[in-house]
């Protein structure tokens, strides 16, 4: 990693992101004051007021992924198995307790007995071969067909042999198929409850029926999901019984309706507003750095980045070390290339950090021909903590060079819409499961975003992918993924990581929670309690 500094340009993103944050906070307003539930009959545990930036549209995980969905989903449902988010991200027992491959390509499974689903039914092997099976996933035109795609490839169908014991059968010996059942999207839901819904997708979707320690009680949209506790959830009785998940997009309006007291928790505080709530009497900053990288995506359609060279010049122009420093205040890092440690045996340790090398950027372009032609940096409001001033500050960077760079913001989830200006802008990637097939190859291959939007596309990286699935040894893994890393990073490149992300929650004094290192909000029991609580 260079060490080197803005120095003059230092003074240009300072002023910038002070423009932006100040521009944000006039611009908020205050939310009112949350509206009391009446108390359920006999129940008198407290209730849970959380300001996120956004909520998901879908609270079903096949249908369902990205930042703000691992976050809600987390309480609603239960996967096969499970990740030691705690520890080192291994696979643990959930809903499967024990597991035995009888032959390379099948996994029989022992099920956990006396599950029990929100609509009150116990879980068998019939709801675990349905929630893998073609109706809810594996058809072509399946709602969870996309899901299929990049997380459950290695899948043929799943066997009931008794009703807590199951069968998986895969097409080819998958090296990470334990893992795979233990990803956000291997959640089991309620086959009677599904069937009974009558195949209406948008209301399914809306209050699916899992086991997770809350069940949806309410969708609205562009306002609030509301979660009821499932008290008869895996893991005990929630200590909330109710929580409610308030969108409040500007940061200023979060943190001011935390300190009124209308919530009770509040989600992705950037760090230059962390102070303003740990400086108050009775309130404290929890969390930080998850395994998810910020990263840009680059439209290589775009005629003013279809020469690699211009890309490559792009990356040696952002100083990410200098963003950290600043606009983070240190509180996270910039990792070597786009992967994690927790990748084991696949990460690659001596994979060459990233250079800030603006003399050769300059020459790149120069040598690429590039003539002023504008490139437009997207911005998402914070949908990302930050997300703004680290704009402000690469798009500086960029202009430092001579690239007619603009910042542009769009709505969330309109990111890769429009093909006429579109040229790069601000997404991110997350460690899934504990190897970078899922994590790093689906997003970007023939199955991810940027490939059903038309903005990247590499033949030689989905022949690689297709190697890598297969691939059983550790270091024949690694060694496809440095290849694949290595073109989708500098060859060709389809995006650059700019951090790690972090999370940051202001939270009141009387809750005793501890976030996990990772997205997804843990709110059940054991996890969450209030100390005002009676016993």
Known sequence: MSENTFNGLNTVITRRTTLLM????????????????????????????????????????????????????????????????????????????????????????????????????????????????????????????????????????????????????????????????????????????WQKNGGNWTTWRQKPVGAGPYKVESYTANESVILVSHDQALRGKPAAKRVTLRIVPEVSSRIAGLLAGDYDIVTDLPPDQLSSVSDSPG????????P???????????????????????????????IVDTIWNGRTRVPNGLQFELYGPVYLKDYPAYKYDPDQAMQLLKDAGYNGEEIEVRSQNNYYAAENPVTQAVVAMWQAIGVNAKMKFVEGGKLFEGTSSRATGNWS????????????????????????FKIWQNADFDALGAKMETAVDPAERAKIFRDMLHLAEWEDPAETVLHQNAVFFGIRNGIKWQPLPAFQMDLGAGSLSFEEQKS
């Open 22 to 193: 100040g521009a944000a906070a006039s611009l908020s307003t205050l939310m009112p004051v949350l509206p009391a539930f009446a108390d359920d009959a006999g129940d008198n545990r407290p209730e849970l007021r959380i300001a996120v930036q956004l909520n998901p549209v879908s609270q079903e995980t096949v249908d369902a992924a990205s930042n703000v969905a691992f976050r809600n989903n987390y309480s609603i449902h239960e996967t096969v198995l499970a990740l030691d988010m705690r520890g080192d991200f291994s696979v643990k027992p959930n809903l499967g307790t024990s597991w035995t491959w009888i032959s390379p390509t099948v996994l029989e499974m022992k099920l956990r007995p006396g599950v029990i689903f929100h609509d009150g039914r116990e879980m068998t092997a019939e709801d675990v071969a349905f929630s893998f099976g073609p109706e809810r996933l594996l058809n072509k035109d399946a709602p969870g067909y996309p899901t299929y795609r990049t997380s459950f490839t290695s899948l043929d169908h799943v066997e009931v042999v008794d009703p807590l014991t199951v069968r998986f059968v895969t097409k080819f010996q998958d090296p990470i198929f334990l893992q795979r059942l233990a990803c956000y999207a291997a959640s089991v839901i309620s086959k009677d409850a």
């Open 429 to 452: 990637s997350t460690a899934q499961i504990p190897d970078p097939f899922i994590s790093f190859y689906t997003q970007f291959g023939a199955a991810g975003n940027l490939n059903s």
């Open 283 to 290: 309130h404290a900053i929890v969390g930080g750095p998850v």
């Open 292 to 322: 998810n990288h910020r990263i840009l995506f680059f439209d290589k359609t775009n005629p003013a980045l279809k020469d690699p060279r211009v890309r490559q010049a792009l990356i040696l122009a952002i100083d990410r070390q200098a």
